[in-house]
T-cell receptor, first 113, second 114 residues
Framework: GENVEQHPSTLSVQEGDSAVIKCTYS??????FPWYKQELGKGPQLIID?????GEKKDQRIAVTLNKTAKHFSLHITETQPEDSAVYFC????????????FGKGTTLSVSS | DVKVTQSSRYLVKRTGEKVFLECVQD?????MFWYRQDPGLGLRLIYF???????EKGDIPEGYSVSREKKERFSLILESASTNQTSMYLC?????????????FGPGTRLTVL
């Protein structure tokens, strides 16, 4: 089955710096790669996603890149702010009914001012 | 706004008890999911359901069962709770069986089994 590896597990940056989180997946049939952000005491929330027919997608300060050949995708956050501090999860679809997702283990991002 | 609610934020149970975790969504979503979240292990799928009375095993179904009698409600059942089931449990829902569906999560239930 699908396996998703996520690195790093923790990331500390200064406000204004960029942050990059990387994920690799194992199933070449996966077509959908969302990123979720979990703030303290809350459930994860989708922040951006990318489909396999697209190499890059951007939404203001966040962007995601996908390399299907190498089976890896990355989240890029520019001009980080303290409110970006959270746990970030990457995921890949499993092609099962109901669009189940397999999540990475998460990255705790800390942005210090 | 989509709302996914879970019956309790915190729950303390004893070993061997039968535990019910309830999840309700108000957006007529077809899919519902149960995950557990543990430090260093991320989110692991326990069970999911893509229709009323339908269920599919996720990655870690052992020790759990589920029930979906109504579209809006998905219950996770621990038949005989054990200490290794102490965890944060997250429920989620998504629109339909097609791909590219955002999952909407509830706030989670932190279960402690003593």
């Amino acid at each position: 089955g699908e396996n998703v590896e996520q690195h790093p597990s923790t990331l500390s940056v200064q406000e204004g710096d960029s942050a990059v989180i990387k994920c690799t997946y194992s199933d070449s049939a996966s077509n959908y790669f969302p990123w979720y952000k979990q703030e303290l005491g809350k459930g994860p929330q989708l922040i951006i996603d990318i489909r396999s027919n697209v190499g890059e997608k951007k939404d203001q300060r966040i962007a995601v890149t996908l390399n299907k050949t190498a089976k890896h995708f990355s989240l890029h956050i520019t001009e980080t702010q303290p409110e970006d501090s959270a746990v970030y999860f990457c995921a890949a679809d499993t092609n099962q009914a109901g669009t189940a997702l397999i999540f990475g283990k998460g990255t705790t991002l800390s942005v210090s001012s | 706004d989509v709302k996914v609610t879970q019956s309790s934020r915190y729950l303390v149970k004893r070993t061997g008890e039968k535990v019910f975790l309830e999840c309700v969504q108000d957006m007529d979503h077809e899919n519902m999911f149960w995950y557990r979240q543990d430090p260093g292990l991320g989110l692991r799928l326990i069970y999911f359901s893509y229709d009323v009375k339908m269920k599919e095993k996720g990655d870690i179904p052992e020790g759990y069962s589920v029930s979906r009698e109504k579209k809006e409600r998905f219950s996770l059942i621990l038949e005989s709770a054990s200490t290794n089931q102490t965890s944060m449990y997250l429920c989620a829902s998504s629109w339909d069986r097609g791909p590219y569906n955002e999952q909407f999560f509830g706030p989670g239930t932190r279960l402690t089994v003593l």
